[in-house]
């Protein structure tokens, strides 16, 4: 079963600060991310209830997963950096 997709603001934002070829691939990801939100490069963090970091070379999405209604919520897309974490 797919799952649904859902932005936040944030999310928005650091999605419009990558160039149009990140975007293209960020997109691919987030079509694999409805098939399966489990899989890739995936890190259940600490100290978030159910936040997960998926990593995509110098990029990370930050997610949160809503099982009972399938909607994966996407709350950031940044480049890794000194300052990401």
Partial sequence: MKWGL???NPAKHGIKRLSPQERDHINKVFSLMCDNPFQGALKFL???DGAIRRRIGELRIFYELHQ????VVVTGVKRRGPNTY
């Avoid at 009972?68 to 909607?71: F, G, H, Y």
Wanted: glycine letters at 10%.
């Fill in 6 to 8: 859902a932005l936040t």
């Fill in 46 to 48: 600490k100290g978030a």
């Fill in 68 to 71: 009972d209604s399938k909607v």
